[in-house]
Structure formats: structure tokens, C-alpha cells
């Protein structure tokens, strides 16, 4: 089948630089995304976005080139309940990928066993508007109590100004649950104000929930070197970020967010994107907790 991407989707940037920051030994990339190829694995047809193509063979080249050990591939809209690229990508990978997939209630267990089996080892549920339809609470329920005795743990991906009504469903989840880029925080708002300190409320009174310092190329509004003239890429998320791995250093997740869907106005370079990291991540024991401990205790328990 023939896809055309979606007008104004800029493509993943091919040539990466050398990240200038020595990765550490085994790092884990936990968020970044396979899409297709179309020709293979169809484009789901509710999807609110085509992307360019972005395989897994592209994707583990930029895991060689970057320095990073090991990936978690989430399953991205586009690709609906259909799970076949993520599915393909996990069994390619020698063991150095784990899934987060997204499913529907009625999954057998037979298919979760299989999922289970490939290293899947969570469900995303999506409350961005743009990017899915509503999905009835009581259906992610079913899917929570479903995955929970599989060890599996819930992502999810909201934006700031929805917490105050998603809060009371995210908080009685029954699993660990792993929010995307940090809840999406408008970082022109101050860290310090009330938006983003009743999302730090809820990881501080709920240590099961998790946060991925994921994205500032996604949430800048200063943008990155090349278009500002600064020095530090991102700037403005950075307080954001620090905080949240400084105050919850044993629950916070780094990825690249490669092929960095639905980005209209830049795309990022990501050996510059794991320069970023030390900004956020100031010393080296924050940064092995970010990048080695914390993901392989969630994903690879039995190598820890
Ligand atoms: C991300 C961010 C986005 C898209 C998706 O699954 C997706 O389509 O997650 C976005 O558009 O903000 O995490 O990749």
C-alpha cells in the first residue's frame, strides 16, 4: 500500500552527530518509536497522522551510532491496535528492545502470552486529542486489571492542562504507571506555579507513577541552538526536567523520542538531544540512575 505523509511532517534528520557526552555503558533509550515501513506494516486506518517511514533497522543504526545499549519501542498511534511493526522490531533485536503496545479490551491472553514472549512489557493509554479518540475509562480498567498480573505497567500520555480530571483515574491505576514527556508541562508557565506542581504532587503522594524527562525539542518554546543563538539547546525546559530528576531520581526515564512524530517546525538532531542530557542530569550518579538503573529495573528486572 501507498502512503503520503501527512502535510508539513518533517522527516527524521539522517545524520546525526556524535554525541559529545560518553553515554554510559548499557544506556537504555526508553521512548522512541518504529513506524512501518508502510509497504509492510499498513498504517492503521483510524490514525490522525501518516508518518514517513522510520524501520527498525534505522532505528537500532541510531542506537549503534549514538552510543545507547538497549530501546523501548512504544507503539505509536499510527499504528492503532496493531501491534505487527512493534511486534517485528522486539524479536529483531537480540533481546536489546522492549514494547509498550497498545490494545484493545477483548485481547486474548493468548495474545498478550505472545506479546509477553516478544518483550512487550506495558499498554499505552493516550488522552491527546489530536492524536486518538476517547477511549471509555472503564474499558482502560479492564485493560490495567488484564496486564497487571503479566508485571506489565500502564504509560500514559496526557497534556498539563488535563491532569486536573484525569488525576482520580491515573491515581487508581493498579500498576506502575509511566507518564511521557514529563505530562507535557507548558514551560512557559514557572515550574514553582500550580500547573506543573500538581503533577509533582502526584508522583510525590503516588510512588508507583514514573515520568520520562523525554522531549524538550517538543515542548521548547526557546528552541534549539541553531535558531536562537544560544549555547544550551532547550533552555527553557530544562528547570522542568532537572527537578523531576533530581526529586525523583529512582522513577525518572531519558529516550530519544526518535522519529520525533508530528514535529512541524524543526527536527532535532539527536546526538545533540543525548548532549542535553547533562543538563538535566548534572552529576554522574543521576545520570546512571536516568539512563542504566531505573530502566532496567523496570524492563529487564531479571538482568538487575
Ligand atoms: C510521541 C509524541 C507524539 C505522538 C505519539 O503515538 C503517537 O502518535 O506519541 C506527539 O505527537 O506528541 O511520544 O511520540
Known sequence: MEFQKSPGWL??????????????????DAHCHVFGPGAQFPYAPERKYTPCDASKDQLFALRDHLGIGRNVIVQATCHGSDNRALLDALRNSNGRARGIATVKRGVTDAVLQEMHAAGVRGVRFNFVKRLVDFTPRDELLEI???????????????EAVDLPGLWEFFTALPTTVVVDHMGRPDVSKPVGGPEFQLFVKMLREHPNIWSKVTCPERLSLSGPPALNGERHAYRDVVPFARLLVETFRDRVLWGTDWPHPNLKDHMPDDGLLVDFIPQIAATPDLQHKLLVDNPMRLYWPEET
Open 144 to 158: 490495567a486489571g488484564r496486564i497487571a498480573p503479566l508485571g506489565w505497567h500502564v504509560v500514559i500520555y496526557f
Open 11 to 28: 522527516d527524521w534528520y539522517a545524520g546525526p552527530c556524535r554525541p559529545r557526552f560518553r553515554l554510559p555503558q548499557g544506556a537504555v
